[in-house]
Nanobody, 115 residues
Framework: QVQLVESGGGLAQPGGSLRLSCSSS????????MGWFRRAPGKERELVAL???????TYADSVKGRFTISRDGLKKTVHLQMNNLKPEDTAVYFC?????????WGQGALVTVSA
């Protein structure tokens, strides 16, 4: 059973920064891809950023130029650096890891952007 544990959520002011981390119980290079999704209040879960096993990254248009996904293989961790945060970034952020058709999720980390 893969375990994914998020950390780093919290409260930030508009224009501020936060860094989310996702620690995996497994070698992260076992996964076809890892990344982050989010669910804002009253909305469906949506893709934020992905990184595949080859290192290719994908971002939602709404976060391009503001968020950066990265990984540390030795620490089995994937990070999401979030800069220039906006109130509309407020959501629960979920770590995601996929092996073929099997998807694993973390428990979620709340990010609130408010003045």
């Amino acid at each position: 059973q893969v375990q994914l544990v998020e950390s780093g959520g919290g409260l930030a002011q508009p224009g501020g920064s936060l860094r989310l981390s996702c620690s995996s119980s497994e070698n992260i290079f076992f996964f076809n891809e890892m990344g982050w999704f989010r669910r804002a209040p009253g909305k469906e879960r949506e893709l934020v950023a992905l990184i595949n096993v080859g290192g290719k990254t994908t971002y939602a248009d709404s976060v391009k130029g503001r968020f950066t996904i990265s990984r540390d293989g030795l620490k089995k961790t994937v990070h999401l650096q979030m800069n220039n945060l906006k109130p509309e970034d407020t959501a629960v952020y979920f770590c995601h890891a996929r092996i073929a058709s099997r998807t694993n999720w973390g428990q979620g980390a709340l990010v609130t952007v408010s003045a």
